[in-house]
């Protein structure tokens, strides 16, 4: 059974980084596909960056520049580093995981998610 479990979320002033974590059981990140995703309040899920076989990365032009996302192998796990944060970056960020290789900007195509972690940015 996949299991996902999102962590690092919290509170923090505008400009300021958060580093989330989303360590997996019964999946490998280097054989597919780890994704982030945000849901603000009100608002539709949407992608924030994707990471294939651990080398190939994919970002949301909003966060471009600003977040990095990356996997360690050894320890079977994702992480988001998110530096210059914005009010408009807050979200609850959740970690996804799934075996296809295209349309990795649409949440349909990933099997596994975690239970998400809140990120509030204050101005």
């Known amino acids: 059974q996949v299991q996902l479990v999102e962590s690092g979320g919290g509170l923090v002033q505008a400009g300021g980084s958060l580093r989330l974590s989303c360590a997996a059981s019964?999946?490998?990140?280097?054989?597919?596909?780890m994704a982030w995703f945000r849901q603000a309040p009100g608002k539709e899920r949407e992608f924030v960056a994707a990471?294939?076989?651990?080398?190939?990365?994919y970002y949301a032009d909003s966060v471009e520049g600003r977040f990095t996302i990356s996997t360690d192998n050894a320890k079977n796990s994702g992480f988001l580093q998110m530096n210059s944060l914005k009010p408009e970056d807050t979200a609850v960020y959740y970690c996804a995981a799934g075996a296809r290789m295209f349309g990795l900007r649409t949440p349909n195509v990933y099997n596994y998610w975690g239970q998400g972690t809140q990120v509030t940015v204050q101005s």
């Open positions: 990471i294939k076989r651990s080398d190939t990365t």
């Open positions: 019964g999946w490998t990140f280097s054989s597919y596909v």
